[in-house]
């Protein structure tokens, strides 16, 4: 490692903030503790109309800024429909991979507050009672909650108070194996954030300021792909740290960063992306390059919105991308010494 960090701080603030729900659009009780965790670094946090949250770092020179930018959105669901007996059905919120969810526990959030936990099944849940158990297809329409509660019909669960348009959210699922590997559904993206404060920390600790004003920015709505769609006027480069991808055409493993050349989009910016390459390449960080297809970042939207900047990405690969993702600490701390490194203007 070029920057001495402790690699467990990664995990840690993961498992802080990967058990607290953001499915896409739900910022209510993510941004209390985005709050808490930059005050400990003595920053404040402050907010654009969407509460996205920002902590700005003073710069050597802030003549310039920078925006790094990690989601806070998962991909989620909404409540649509609630049957006749009681089964609640969603939509999904995001590109939910309804398969993976088979299975899973489930919390719906009423706008009073309320919280409920459910069982997602398909509607032939059972292999002893369907005869297409096996083989109904898994999508949003076959798909429902059983929540967990004494439940008869349509009346019993709007006497909870669950009304369509309540936000659902899956269990994080996170776990941490004793060899370094990090499994969860929501890897993508606060594995990024919780190396966006691995960065805070850093700087914090060492007293370092980064070359340039820098913004760290937490957008809600990458999975709908509006997160970085506005940026601050100031901004004029535009880095999102999002997953990178493992498979047949890809460089990528759980042991590196990768850096993000083209996604669904288009290329990023030439100069800017080869200078985050050479970076890589100075601090001896394992990294590799990629170009992804079925893929965007707040740095692609930000450049949809028409946002006069340079944008890039890089971040951790994963396996089972939307599904339990599955990553190494290897690859969380490249990706930190990278946003360490790029911070810095090394
Ligand atoms: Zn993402």
Redesign the pocket.
Known sequence: MKYNFDPMYIIDCFKEIVNVPSPVGYYVQMNPVIEKIAARFGYTVTYDNKSTPYITIEGEDNSKTVEIAC?LDTIGMMVKRIDANGMIRVRNTGGVNWQSLEGETVTVYTRDGREYTGLMACQSHSVHVFDDARTLARDENTMMIILDEDIKCEADVRALGIRHGDMVAADPRCTFTKNGYLKSRFI??KAAVACAFTLLKYLTENNLKPKYKTLLAFPYS??IGTGGTYVPSEVSEYVAI??GLIGPDYDGNEHCVTICCKDNTGPYDYELTSRLVNTAEKIGTNYVTDIFYRYG?DASAALKGGNNIKAAAFGMPVYCSHGVERTHIDSLINTAELMIAYALGE
């Open positions: 989601h993508d993206d990458e999975e999002d997953i970042t």
